[in-house]
């Protein structure tokens, strides 16, 4: 695999591969890689010849508050797994390089990123729209993979390449989750033992919400009371949000008729955690606990979004 760490090289490179007829995958993220980022990488790799996974922890997407300075990384452990998971190139460049002097443009979707995760974070997803749409221009991909674990960002990056006419597809993956539920997370490394326990109440409580939709509830406040009251009974847990809304367009439903999304984030300590199921009428549970991490612990139409 090769690692490429400049703008003009990238560009380079896959002008080259297009040149040749090949079809270009792009898998961006932020690095700290776990089985979730490579089932990304094993999707792109369906649906072309050539994978580019990109690592690039975006500061235009963190608050000023947030853990830019913290968020973990291991490059040389993210270089084996990516070569082994089949890339083709990781493209790894500087924020320098992203951003030189004189940078100041920025790409923003604005009704789709308002609720959920940009009512807390008013600024993160200018930051990813932005950041995406260079990695595009950079990257130049055919299909580009992203996970369902962030379903409003995939929902805002559907909805700029449709906007701007990027022309690229763009695919949704399922969450992958540990053997215990929890939804994997590069920020899960930041949890002590006490908070990743308690951490087990998001996937519980969507659970629940799942159960009394198999059940034949589809009164919003009721689905949603439901993983709350989950969430309430642990002490470590403090809720943001946890809202149901359409899985298209992202405003709050009063009554479940179409799929929605079922959407939560949840403080542990200094960390923020979030997951997500989407609902329909035919969701129903499943009681089985894999032991391998698996990307459908919770069988209430967990967040397929092709
Ligand atoms: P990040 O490195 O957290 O920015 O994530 C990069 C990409 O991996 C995004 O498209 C995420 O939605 C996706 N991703 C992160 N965690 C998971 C997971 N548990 N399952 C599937 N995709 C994930």
């Known amino acids: 695999m090769l690692t490429i760490t400049s703008v003009h090289e990238m560009q380079s490179w896959v002008d080259a591969q297009?040149?040749?007829?090949?079809?270009?995958?792009l898998v961006p993220t932020m690095g700290y890689l776990h089985a979730g980022h490579l089932s990304l990488v094993a999707q792109a790799g369906e649906r072309s010849d050539v994978v580019v996974a990109s690592i690039f922890v975006n500061p235009l997407q963190f608050g000023a508050n947030e853990d830019l300075s913290r968020?973990?990384?291991n490059i040389e452990g993210d270089t084996r797994l990516l070569d082994a998971a089949g890339a083709a190139v990781l493209f790894l460049p500087s924020v320098?390089?992203?951003?030189?002097?004189g940078y100041q443009t920025a790409v923003s979707v604005d009704l789709v990123t308002q609720g959920l995760c940009g009512a807390s974070r008013p600024t993160h997803f200018r930051g990813v729209t932005t950041v995406v749409a260079k990695l595009f221009n950079m990257t130049k991909p055919h299909v580009a993979v992203f996970g369902a674990k962030d379903f409003q960002q995939l929902v805002a990056i559907r909805r700029m390449v449709a906007d701007l006419n990027f022309g690229i597809e763009i695919v949704g993956a399922p969450i992958v989750r540990e053997a215990d539920g929890l939804?994997?997370?590069?920020?899960?490394?930041?949890?002590?033992?006490?908070?990743?326990r308690a951490a087990l109440c998001l996937s519980r409580a969507l659970a629940a919400s799942c159960h009394l939709v198999?059940?034949?509830?589809?009164?919003?406040l009721r689905i949603v009371g439901a993983?709350?009251?989950?969430?309430?009974?642990?002490?470590l847990a403090r809720i943001d949000y946890v809202s149901l809304v359409?899985?298209?367009?992202?405003?709050?439903?009063?009554?479940?008729?179409?799929?929605?999304?079922?959407?939560?984030?949840?403080?542990?300590?200094?960390?923020?955690?979030?997951?997500?199921?989407?609902?329909?009428?035919?969701?129903?549970?499943?009681?089985?606990?894999?032991?391998?991490?698996?990307?459908?612990?919770?069988?209430c139409k967990?967040?397929?979004?092709?």
């Open 18 to 25: 297009r040149a040749a007829g090949k079809r270009i995958g």
């Open 71 to 73: 968020y973990p990384r």
């Open 96 to 101: 320098n390089e992203m951003y030189p002097e």
């Open 183 to 196: 939804a994997m997370s590069s920020r899960n490394a930041y949890l002590s033992p006490d908070e990743r």
């Open 214 to 220: 198999e059940q034949g509830e589809r009164d919003a």
């Open 227 to 235: 993983a709350r009251r989950v969430i309430a009974e642990e002490p």
């Open 246 to 299: 359409d899985a298209d367009n992202l405003q709050q439903v009063t009554e479940l008729q179409r799929p929605a999304l079922l959407a939560l984030a949840v403080g542990f300590g200094k960390t923020r955690l979030i997951d997500n199921c989407v609902l329909s009428q035919r969701s129903t549970v499943e009681s089985q606990q894999p032991s391998e991490p698996t990307e459908n612990t919770l069988d």
């Open 302 to 306: 967990l967040s397929t979004v092709d």
